[in-house]
């Protein structure tokens, strides 16, 4: 599988123009130069002429300094010390090359930190060892540059290798996002004690209420998402799930037992863990025939998928490591295994709740109205699950079933458990913080100025409180203004004068 060239001259790739004509190199040059089956990397590298160095969208451009020898380790070798680690890319590369193949790779330098980097990955993600005898000096590396990547804090030391193994997961689902520069913003930010302070000033009377009245709002929105509109009832029984959120440890059972929460009328879906294929998208109006948009994982996947999902969830909630960039790798990681037939979307955004509750970033009894934020920015939403799902249509191999599903006929496992989260964990803290800085002071204001129109109504016209909330009602359909029908029905018993009082009081304080 030798080859001679692994850079790739041009100043279009794949469709996307280059800042400048250079070579492409790193992780898009091998996966293109070696047809390995998976997505060009969403930001390509590139060596030019010139002596700049500099990134733009989707480009990470380095000056002819970078230049190297253009043989397969030393692409490696750069992607590993500019690129950061892709598991999805070595996983596909050490299923290509043969053994002797891979030994001859890591003779080029036998102990250097690279060497040792790709030695680990291929034992740790292939689980076999290769005929190389333990390494008996050396320090210890961590695998993942700290400086590129989210990882462990408390890695786990491999003798072998004398590398420690900081990997955010295990080697049954373990996403990976970077370190850009709009995640450590937020993080410096500390948002999560920026609301505390906030919500401190708050009266508990006040707290309590709005909690209420955003379990709600979080529920509504997150049907809504899925593009329904269900009863008072079902949001209210989902609202009061959310609020618990945190409450249980992640476990099979306990997916079934939300899966079970979601669906209210299980006669026509099928609870529990998939049995068969899935797939989000349409039917063909014509012939039934299946158009996917996203290929959710395989059935008989689910049981090492999902297991990995909960191990790693554990190891994510013990460490040290960003709740917002948990939460993006667990949540996301759900949705795109798909494991139930329905309600994956609603149980995913609750995940999102469930870890930011186990790390602390939600407190004092309210819970984040995620999926209102997620609703305000729908368009982004499916922007980033798209941007996740679609590249990989081209590497799943599926068949019509008799029932127009569809049935994945190759080996598809490594596209679940190994992706890059750094877009999902971006538009989840833009979403948290949306909710931060907009919703949350919204509707805490909404509840305050709700109880001054009501001390103003109970005062002078000594209405009760179920009117009251009648009346707030049709102010707010009508811009502030009675209605001639609410004038005439509801409220005859008020004078023109009286109306006109409670009109520009509620546009008062309201407004």
Same mark, same amino acid.
């Given at each position: 599988?030798?080859?001679?060239?692994?850079?790739?001259?041009?100043?279009?790739?794949?469709?996307?123009?280059?800042?400048?004509?250079?070579?492409?190199?790193?992780?898009?040059?091998?996966?293109?130069?070696?047809?390995?089956?998976?997505?060009?990397?969403?930001?390509?590298?590139?060596?030019?002429?010139?002596?700049?160095?500099?990134?733009?969208?989707?480009?990470?451009?380095?000056?002819?300094?970078?230049?190297?020898?253009?043989?397969?380790?030393r692409?490696?070798?750069?992607?590993?010390?500019?690129?950061?680690?892709?598991?999805?890319?070595?996983?596909?590369?050490?299923?290509?090359?043969?053994?002797?193949?891979?030994?001859?790779?890591?003779?080029?330098?036998p102990?250097?930190?690279?060497?040792?980097?790709?030695?680990?990955?291929?034992?740790?993600?292939?689980?076999?060892?290769?005929?190389?005898?333990?390494?008996?000096?050396?320090n210890?590396?961590?695998?993942?540059?700290?400086?590129?990547?989210?990882?462990?804090?408390?890695?786990?030391?491999?003798?072998?290798?004398?590398?420690?193994?900081?990997?955010?997961?295990?080697?049954?689902?373990?996403?990976?996002?970077?370190?850009?520069a !709009?995640?450590?913003?937020?993080?410096?930010?500390?948002?999560?004690?920026?609301?505390?302070?906030?919500?401190?000033?708050?009266?508990?009377?006040?707290?309590?209420?709005?909690?209420?009245?955003?379990?709600?709002k979080?529920?509504?929105?997150?049907?809504?998402?899925e593009?329904?509109?269900p009863?008072?009832?079902?949001?209210?029984?989902?609202?009061?799930?959310?609020?618990?959120?945190?409450?249980?440890?992640?476990?099979?059972?306990?997916?079934?037992?939300?899966?079970?929460?979601?669906?209210?009328?299980?006669?026509?879906?099928?609870l529990?863990?998939?049995?068969q294929?899935?797939?989000?998208?349409?039917?063909?109006?014509?012939?039934?025939?299946?158009?996917?948009?996203?290929?959710?994982?395989?059935?008989?996947?689910?049981?090492?998928?999902?297991?990995?999902?909960?191990? &790693?969830?554990?190891?994510?909630? !013990?460490?040290?490591?960003?709740?917002?960039?948990?939460?993006?790798?667990?949540?996301?990681?759900?949705?795109?295994?798909?494991?139930?037939?329905?309600?994956?979307?609603?149980?995913?955004?609750?995940?999102?709740?469930?870890?930011?509750m186990?790390?602390?970033?939600?407190?004092?009894?309210?819970?984040?109205?995620?999926? $209102?934020?997620?609703?305000?920015h729908?368009?982004?939403?499916?922007?980033?699950?798209?941007?996740?799902?679609?590249?990989?249509?081209?590497?799943?191999?599926?068949?019509?079933?008799?029932?127009?599903?569809?049935?994945?006929?190759?080996?598809?496992?490594?596209?679940?458990?190994?992706?890059?989260a750094?877009?999902?964990?971006?538009?989840?803290?833009?979403?948290?913080? =949306? &909710?931060?800085?907009?919703?949350?002071?919204?509707?805490?204001?909404?509840?305050?100025?709700?109880?001054?129109?009501?001390?103003?109504?109970?005062?002078?016209?000594?209405?009760? =409180?179920?009117?009251?909330?009648?009346?707030?009602?049709?102010?707010?359909?009508?811009?502030?203004?009675?209605?001639?029908? $609410?004038?005439?029905?509801?409220?005859?018993?008020?004078?023109?004068?009286?109306?006109?009082?409670?009109? !520009?009081?509620?546009?008062?304080?309201?407004?």
């Amino acid at each position: 599988m030798a080859k001679n060239s692994f850079s790739i001259s041009t100043n279009v790739f794949h469709g996307r123009k280059a800042p400048e004509k250079g070579m492409i190199v790193g992780y898009a040059a091998m996966t293109e130069t070696l047809h390995l089956k998976l997505p060009i990397p969403s930001t390509i590298s590139m060596i030019c002429d010139s002596r700049k160095q500099y990134s733009t969208e989707g480009w990470n451009i380095y000056s002819s300094r970078a230049v190297f020898e253009d043989t397969l380790y030393r692409h490696l070798v750069f992607a590993l010390k500019y690129e950061g680690i892709n598991l999805l890319f070595y996983k596909k590369l050490f299923e290509k090359l043969a053994v002797k193949e891979m030994l001859g790779v890591l003779s080029v330098e036998p102990t250097g930190q690279y060497s040792r980097k790709i030695w680990f990955l291929y034992e740790w993600l292939m689980n076999k060892k290769l005929p190389i005898a333990d390494l008996t000096v050396k320090n210890y590396v961590p695998l993942i540059d700290e400086s590129q990547q989210y990882a462990l804090t408390n890695g786990v030391r491999s003798a072998r290798h004398r590398i420690i193994n900081n990997l955010p997961g295990t080697r049954n689902f373990c996403p990976l996002i970077s370190k850009t520069a !709009k995640i450590e913003n937020y993080i410096k930010e500390n948002i999560a004690v920026r609301k505390s302070d906030y919500l401190k000033a708050i009266h508990k009377d006040i707290l309590q209420r709005t909690s209420a009245f955003l379990l709600l709002k979080d529920s509504k929105a997150s049907f809504s998402i899925e593009g329904e509109s269900p009863k008072s009832s079902r949001a209210a029984r989902w609202g009061r799930i959310i609020g618990q959120a945190g409450n249980n440890d992640l476990t099979k059972t306990e997916l079934i037992r939300l899966q079970q929460a979601v669906i209210e009328n299980a006669r026509f879906v099928k609870l529990g863990f998939r049995k068969q294929g899935g797939f989000v998208g349409e039917h063909d109006r014509v012939t039934g025939e299946p158009v996917p948009d996203h290929i959710s994982a395989k059935s008989q996947d689910l049981e090492q998928l999902i297991g990995g999902l909960i191990e &790693t969830n554990e190891i994510l909630l !013990k460490n040290e490591i960003d709740a917002v960039v948990a939460a993006a790798s667990i949540a996301f990681g759900f949705v795109f295994i798909h494991p139930f037939v329905d309600g994956n979307g609603r149980i995913h955004r609750y995940l999102i709740h469930h870890v930011l509750m186990k790390k602390n970033f939600s407190s004092q009894g309210i819970v984040f109205p995620v999926s $209102a934020s997620i609703l305000n920015h729908v368009d982004d939403y499916r922007r980033v699950l798209e941007n996740h799902s679609l590249p990989l249509l081209d590497f799943i191999e599926w068949k019509e079933t008799n029932d127009h599903n569809v049935e994945v006929t190759n080996e598809t496992i490594d596209y679940y458990r190994y992706f890059d989260a750094t877009m999902l964990a971006e538009f989840l803290y833009d979403c948290v913080s =949306d &909710t931060v800085q907009n919703i949350l002071p919204a509707e805490l204001s909404y509840i305050q100025h709700y109880d001054d129109f009501k001390r103003f109504i109970e005062k002078k016209f000594d209405m009760p =409180d179920k009117l009251i909330a009648t009346l707030v009602r049709f102010l707010e359909q009508n811009n502030g203004a009675l209605s001639q029908r $609410a004038r005439n029905k509801e409220f005859k018993a008020l004078s023109e004068a009286e109306i006109n009082e409670i009109e !520009k009081t509620f546009q008062r304080i309201f407004k």
